[in-house]
């Protein structure tokens, strides 16, 4: 049986239970939208990196044939018998192996 004062207890502690309730379930709302604006931030990063990497792929690329022509052009000036036009500075053997005995 039931006792009056039972009753009017859990009457008062509905209030409370509902606000731990709507509490929870906007927690929960919470962390679903703070994980949803972690993800999408680290899919952007993600995206970051890949057009980076591209953009440096595509640099050296540009950088090898502009070495391939220049390369190239030196040697149809060399058969001509004229001298290619470098730069006192570069040094042609720059890059060449070096032998190294310890």
Known sequence: MVRAIDVQSSILQTS???KVQQIQQQHADM???YFQLKLSEE???AR???REFEEAQKTKLRRKEERQ???SDAGQQTLHGAPA???PDEDPDQGAHVNIKV
Request: net charge negative.
């Open 16 to 18: 409370v239970t509902e």
């Open 31 to 33: 962390q679903q939208r």
């Open 43 to 45: 899919d952007r990063l």
């Open 48 to 50: 970051e990196k890949i």
């Open 69 to 71: 022509d220049r390369q």
């Open 85 to 87: 036009a470098d730069d």
